[in-house]
């Protein structure tokens, strides 16, 4: 018989043993081949090559992002292999006993790799291309683009780079195989299946101890990042990860012993049924798997922090946007006429306005940003070390300003003669503002006292934008601002309008005109490369500040969905293989469970409990972990307004429990398929 025949009759005949071996790397090869079509087909393509900026973003990063996800999987599938060689190593031994050289065992291994690689491609990429297809029309609609014009489609330059990353994939397992084969001696192989792993702790004591130290190690870094992560510098934050990692990885080394001892010590569950067999049997494979496990759990705490923050950016980027463009256009333009600057660069606004308003802002003297906390400065300074706290305030009338509530559609401000307001949407700010008037922070303005006339920041935004970070402006009596002994000067004027063409395209044609006239002073202006004495102008156009968020929203959940669906992939199909094995280890002992009497309800329970907790000891820790992280994240995207994550959180955890939960299944049919199949 040749190689390529006994190949084939080895893979049916472990096919139990390749089954999520397989049915891993067809997802894998699936998920790689639907992320990375979705910009170059169909419906996206032609976005692209018109140069659509946020296909572009959504491609590039992608693209980049692809290069980890390919290690990741690749490190899967060698890690994946190592388990198949190690369950076959007896077989191989027999293959040598009976006249084989190692040279031909590797060539058998070979072509096996060979088989399983290009039928789990080519049922991959089948795959691939129908989920695509879905995926390709959710993105589409996402972009809000019309897909009445969608064709089945199938991206070539996807299928070049999933099977250039597959194929060098499983080069790297051939070379791995071939070098183990090669180093094994005859007596290792027959006698394979009687050798236990390495167990990484023996003394009880030690792993008591080593595991209560690592836990505290690992609460402490988790408390410091979540409850006090702001005010730690980078050296200190550093550490944190570093310790948090080592305690991680110290509790699984020591986990085994402890679990143990704890488990034995309550003696009526010890003895109860087959309690004490289940948790031998669980304590010795986390004795053997301590540092893959540390690893699961760090990776599933990256997947649980990048599926919420990033579905939570989501949610908030969606709600926000519809309230967040209530006008066709607004503007901020550094010049007090803003009519003959308009009309200089051929766009006035007599030509293409309808209904708007032109506001003049204000700065002084009297109302700089530490006049604004002055109440809680001391914490300011601690907090913005860096911060320039004589900058002058925006300051707008009130007339003007419920003007611009008027236009918007919101109410109106009540400010009296001797009070004042301060309108923001800016959180990191507010978190200062907020304070100071609730002591009733006052500022004086030519003479006068004015007291805040609401106890809180006027959360609203005064010019569109797709993020809350509105510094926005302090609003002032008319007579207050009027008075020459205040020091006002007017800095520049805001213009608020909607647009006087009614079809969608004369709007679109209406955008062009105004981008190009004031498009590159704007682009200068956020990068602040305006010259001296130059006009500055920022515009933000309603369709402009829509793609912008929906671009963000969409380039967001895609990266998350890719970078957080290969974590979790990998975890669960790592932690899969691994019970397979030890099934298959397992098996003699079940039978002897069965031959003194344990019926099959017990065995079956037994198995579950093993498995279940294998599964859910990772998920657990990077749970805890995750829950600080998540705490950390959101003090810093509280910045721009985000500040509820339960929507994200939750999608996340029903998510994980698609996935992951599918997985587990998964594994638990076919260990009990092992186990349960030698004697039922």
């Known amino acids: 018989m040749n190689s390529f025949k006994i190949a084939l009759k080895n893979i049916k005949k472990c096919r139990r043993d390749y089954s999520v071996y397989f049915f891993t790397l067809i997802i894998g090869v699936a998920i790689f081949y639907m992320f990375n079509s979705v910009g170059t087909q169909g419906l996206l393509e032609d976005l692209s090559r018109s140069g659509n900026e946020n296909v572009q973003s959504l491609i590039r990063m992608t693209e980049a992002v692809s290069g980890g996800v390919a290690i990741v999987l690749g490190m899967l599938v060698i ?59 959710v993105v589409a609609k996402m972009f809000a683009i019309d897909v009445s014009k969608y064709t089945f489609d199938v991206s070539k330059s996807a299928i070049v780079i999933t099977l250039i990353c597959f194929v060098a994939i499983f080069a790297v397992v051939l070379i791995f195989n071939a070098g183990m084969v090669s180093k094994y001696k005859l007596i290792d192989l027959l006698n394979a299946a009687k050798m236990n792993e390495k167990q990484i702790i023996h003394n009880t004591g030690i792993a008591i101890g080593g595991f209560i130290i690592s836990l505290a190690v690992l609460i402490t870094a988790c408390v410091r990042v979540g409850f006090f992560g702001k005010d730690l510098d980078r050296n200190g934050f550093v550490l944190c990860i570093i310790s948090g990692i080592a305690g991680i990885f110290g509790m699984f080394a020591f986990f085994a012993g402890f679990f143990q001892k704890l488990m034995a010590g309550r003696k009526k569950f010890y003895a109860k049924g087959l309690n004490s067999f289940v948790v031998r049997q669980f304590s010795g494979n986390m004795n053997t798997s ?39 256009v607004t503007m901020n333009i550094e010049s007090k006429d803003v009519e003959s600057f308009l009309e200089e660069k051929q766009i006035p606004l007599k030509d293409w306005a309808g209904e708007y308003l032109t506001i003049p802002v204000y700065e002084g003297p009297a109302v700089t940003i530490a006049d604004t906390v002055a109440p809680v400065m001391e914490e300011a300074r601690k907090t913005f070390m860096h911060a320039n706290w004589e900058a002058r305030e925006n300051v707008i009338k009130l007339s003007d300003y419920n003007a611009l509530e008027r236009m918007y559609g919101r109410k109106e401000l009540k400010v009296g003669e001797g009070s004042y307001a301060i309108v923001s949407d800016f959180e990191l700010l507010n978190t200062l503002l907020i304070p100071a008037l609730e002591k009733g922070n006052e500022l004086t303005v030519a003479g006068r006292k004015l007291k805040p006339a609401y106890e809180s920041v006027i959360n609203e935004f005064i010019l569109m934008s797709g993020m809350s970070a509105d510094m926005g402006a302090v609003i002032i009596p008319d007579e207050a601002v009027d008075d020459p002994e205040s020091g006002f000067e007017c800095t520049s004027t805001l213009v608020i309008a909607d647009y006087s063409a009614a079809s969608k395209e004369e709007r679109e044609k209406t955008d062009e005109r105004l981008m190009a006239a004031l498009g590159e002073i704007n682009e200068k202006t956020k990068n602040g490369d305006t010259a001296e004495g130059e006009i500055r102008v920022a515009i ?105 994550m339960t929507s994200g959180v939750a999608f996340t955890f029903a998510v994980m429990l698609l996935v992951y939960g599918g997985y587990f299944l998964t594994t638990y049919a076919g260990c009990k398929k092992i186990v349960m199949g030698i004697n039922t």
């Open 540 to 644: 933000s156009e309603k369709t402009e500040v829509e793609k912008a968020s929906v671009g963000t929203s969409v380039i967001t959940v895609f990266l998350v969905l890719y970078i957080g669906l290969v974590f979790v992939i990998a975890c669960a199909a790592i932690i899969g293989l691994k019970q397979m094995s030890d099934a298959l280890d397992s098996a003699g002992r079940f039978e002897i469970l069965a031959r003194i009497g344990a019926g099959r309800d017990m065995r079956e329970k037994a198995l579950f409990a093993q498995v279940i907790m294998n599964f859910l000891i990772p998920v657990i820790v990077a749970a805890f972990t995750a829950f600080f992280g998540l705490r950390y994240i959101k003090g810093l995207i509280s910045a721009v307004g985000l500040v509820n």
């Open 79 to 137: 890690y994946a292999n190592r388990f198949l060689i190690k369950r076959r190593k007896k077989e191989f031994g027999l293959y040598m006993l009976l006249g084989m050289s190692k040279k031909k065992v590797s060539g058998i291994l070979v072509r096996e790799t060979c088989i399983v690689g290009f039928v789990s491609m080519l049922i991959g990429l089948v795959s691939g291309i129908f989920g695509s297809q879905l995926l390709s029309i």
């Open 290 to 328: 301590a540092v893959s496990m540390a690893l699961i759990s760090i990776l599933l705490f990256a997947a649980l922090c990048l599926f919420s923050s990033g579905f939570s950016i989501r949610t908030y980027l969606n709600k926000r946007l519809g309230n967040a463009t209530p006008v066709d």
